[in-house]
């Protein structure tokens, strides 16, 4: 555990809100005009997993705020 405050923890949380605004903004501005014509049911599986893709980078991202490091400590 930490013994000391580190800035990794509000910095990366910040920077998580930040990402995540510009993507769902990007998500919501191109893909309308995109899938706009297709199936209720084809437009659901588009929207559901591009909304768990982003939790793929977001492990090595909560790594990084709690120990600095990209990987897992090895133990």
Known sequence: MR???TLRIPLGILALLVAL???GIVL???LPPVIG???TWAQTVVY???GVIWLLPLRRF???METGRWS???E
């Open 37 to 39: 014509d297709w199936p």
């Open 62 to 64: 909560l790594i990084w």
């Open 72 to 74: 897992p400590p090895e």
């Open 48 to 50: 559901l997993v591009l």
């Open 21 to 23: 605004g510009i993507y």
């Open 28 to 30: 919501a501005t191109i």
């Open 3 to 5: 013994e000391e405050p």
